[in-house]
């Protein structure tokens, strides 16, 4: 059975005098437990709103969602503010994207991890923060005790987001959301980040969505993929069948448009040409389709359905959504 | 913090005495002057000429200046001419000051007691109708004149209604003992409760007049810093722990959202002055406020420098708590100043 198990996800911002926005339009996934999932797309194609919901925490007005998001048999999406509140933090975790901005300036580091522990764990400040000691010990902080004491602007920017780090996995949750938790880092600490990241949910045996524009970060990470376009999931696979064999049109593009140490001398890069403002929503034809080299009429007229793709499913199950896909020899 | 504290005091008493130089040639300079106040505009030239010379006002400013200097260090600030002769202003001060800093420390407690939960809630429920109910509020306390506000609350709480006293600081009937010159104070000392209570009732109403204008100011303030760091990261954090809403509320929020409230609480304790000249006028109340408005009309030099002075003093005092206390919040700042 799936840990999380997403159907048919919409949020539409409404506000008033304004006209309604569809920032996930559809969305299905799954989430096995211990799995490593990624959501991959370009900015703006719904990443953070798909997590906020999941998490309930979006704004409480000017937007409704719709669907389901089932964690263990438990709708989250129709949960009361209080028992969200009593999952979040201890059932659900999640890492967001500026480290600095994410923590509290004004109050120590310890606080701020022990305060989740004295919420879910049940735990006195004094046996919080003996836990939280050990916490940032195992997220590689060294001498934790100092730390405790320490604000978030002492702290460099890799030790930010490894403090942030424990406190999400402060409570063992079974599901972690990292959204892009390296993207404000320097290069060579998004590595150790990602590195620990990985270790720990393996290790824990948390599940992990690994939300992302960097496809990079995605083949060294999860287990099961999903490209995400214009709020809809368009392809969906094993990492290995995906970057070898990418068969929706835009994941072709997304893989191309990663530069390439090894690429000839003087090719250039080919990203996908136009850009998410061509945005149109899912009602009538592909989303994709005025910025698809393969469009044709079908594409525009009738909306491509979720299917299993038999060319694209080398080593697992491949799910894709178009009508046209990029022709590819399936490697023996 | 030491070498801060000092800094701080060092600059209080370089304001002060700049400021006293710039008061004291400034009511020097100002049309009539004492001995028109005392003997009217037909006195003859040589009961003038005698006056003056009296008041030693025939001497050169920059004389005049430093005898006030060398006797103000010995604690001698002169005698009153005009608010209550032959006093001097030293016991007017000491008699005033504590009325007005009663006054005052009442109006900005209720100012902030009220303004910043309201504030918070305002920010909270945005848009709905506590929201625009309390702008409006606001903006009616920052338009109205704070002596008006003052003369409807005593017209109709205390003059129709009766249920507050009209003027003064305490009832004539009541044999209270001073100790402090605090009314309030000296009768809860003094175990003499029904002084202590009647020093209250005479302070409600000209205490909400003067409320009027910090409150409106700390109520924006406080809502839109409340505004602000609702919107930050560090909130959804906090939300994505599963905090419960007190703990967000006091921990994360208000914290945070402090920080230029306190900014605003000590500039406001300036304006509390000038509204104090007002209010006091209106509620026939003893302090600094009616003094200094006396002292203008009458000229009363050595009772007008005197308590400007300590005013600003005060004023500067309190904008240094402010500043300590802001180290308190922000670590930033504490950290910061620990590395200089
Ligand atoms: N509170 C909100 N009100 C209105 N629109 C919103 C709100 N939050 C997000 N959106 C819109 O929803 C769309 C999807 O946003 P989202 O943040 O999920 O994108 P993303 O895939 O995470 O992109 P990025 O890589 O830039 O983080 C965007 O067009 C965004 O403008
Ligand atoms: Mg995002």
């Excluded at chain 2, 839109?224 to 809403?245: N, P």
Aim: aromatic share 6%.
């Amino acid at each position: 059975m799936a840990l999380l198990e997403v159907r048919d996800l919409r949020v539409v911002f409404q506000r008033k005098g304004e006209v309604p926005f569809t920032a996930v339009d559809g969305v299905d996934f799954d989430v096995e437990p211990g799995q490593t999932v990624g959501l991959v797309g370009e900015s703006g194609c719904g990443k953070s709103v798909t997590a906020m919901s999941i998490m309930g925490l979006l704004p409480k007005r000017g937007n409704k969602v719709t669907g389901s998001a089932k964690f263990e048999d438990t709708e989250l999406l129709t949960l009361s503010d209080r028992q969200m509140r009593d999952r979040r933090g201890r059932d659900l975790a999640m890492v967001f994207q500026d480290p600095l901005s994410s923590l509290n300036p004004v109050i120590p580091i310890g606080l701020q991890v022990t305060e989740v522990l004295e919420r879910h764990r049940d735990m006195s400040r004094r046996k919080a923060m003996v836990e939280a000691a050990d916490l940032l010990d195992r997220v590689g902080i060294p001498d934790p005790r100092r730390r405790l004491d320490e604000y978030p602007h002492q702290l460099s920017g890799g030790m930010r987001q490894r403090a942030l780090i424990a406190i999400a996995l402060a409570c063992q949750p079974r599901l972690l959301i990292a959204d892009e938790p390296t993207t404000a880092l320097d290069v060579t600490i998004q590595a150790q980040i990602l590195a620990l990241l990985a270790e720990l949910v393996r290790d824990s045996g948390t599940a992990l969505i690994m939300i992302t524009h960097d496809l990079g970060v995605v083949a060294g990470l999860c287990d099961e993929v999903n490209v995400l376009y214009g709020g809809r999931v368009v392809e969906r696979g094993g990492r290995h069948d995906l970057f070898q064999v990418p068969r929706h049109p835009y994941t072709y593009g997304l893989l191309q448009s990663i530069p390439r140490l090894d690429a000839p001398k003087g090719e250039r890069l080919s990203p996908i040409r136009g850009s998410v403002q061509d945005n149109i929503p899912w009602t009538s034809g592909c989303a994709f389709a005025p910025r698809c080299p393969n469009a044709t009429d079908t594409c525009v007229e009738v909306t491509p359905e979720m299917v299993p793709d038999g060319a694209g499913s080398v080593r697992g199950e491949r799910l894709l959504r178009c009508h046209n896909p990029v022709a590819q020899e399936v490697p023996a | 913090m030491l070498r801060y504290t000092v800094r701080r005091l060092l600059q209080l008493v370089i304001v002060v005495g700049v400021l006293s130089l710039l008061l004291f040639a400034w009511l020097r300079s100002l049309p009539g002057g004492p001995v028109s106040a005392l003997l009217g505009e037909r006195a003859t030239a040589a009961s003038r000429a005698r006056l003056t010379q009296e008041l030693g006002l025939d001497q050169p400013i920059f004389v005049q200046y430093w005898k006030f200097l060398t006797r103000a260090a010995s604690g001698d600030f002169g005698v009153s001419t005009g608010v209550q002769p032959g006093d001097t202003a030293s016991e007017i001060f000491l008699q005033r000051f504590p009325a007005t800093l009663e006054l005052s420390f009442l109006a900005i407690v209720i100012a902030i007691a009220v303004g910043i939960p309201l504030g918070y809630l305002a920010a909270r429920r945005r848009g709905g109708w506590l929201d625009n109910l309390s702008i409006v509020g606001s903006l009616v306390g920052v338009a109205v004149p704070v002596f008006f506000l003052a003369f409807v609350l005593k017209q109709v709480l205390a003059v129709d209604l009766g249920w507050f006293p009209t003027a003064g600081r305490q009832e004539g009937g009541l044999d209270a003992t001073r100790v402090t010159g605090f009314f309030v104070l000296d009768g809860v000392l003094t175990q003499e409760w029904d002084a202590a209570w009647d020093a209250i009732r005479h302070l409600i109403l000209p205490a909400i007049a003067l409320s009027s204008i910090p409150f409106s100011v700390i109520f924006r303030i406080t809502r839109a810093a409340v505004l602000d760091v609702l919107d930050e990261d560090f909130i959804r954090t906090a939300e994505s722990k599963g905090l419960t809403t007190p703990v967000i509320r006091r921990r994360h929020v208000l914290r945070n959202a402090m920080l230029p409230v306190v900014t605003t609480i000590g500039l406001q304790t300036g304006a509390l002055l000038a509204g104090a000249v007002l209010t006091e006028k209106v509620f026939a109340f003893p302090g600094i406020g009616q003094a200094l408005a006396l002292g203008f009309e009458r000229r009363d030099y050595p009772v007008l420098l005197l308590l400007i002075l300590c005013a600003a003093g005060v004023f500067v005092l309190i904008n240094m708590l402010v500043d300590l206390s802001y180290a308190l919040i922000d670590p930033r700042i504490r950290t910061a100043g620990g590395a200089r």
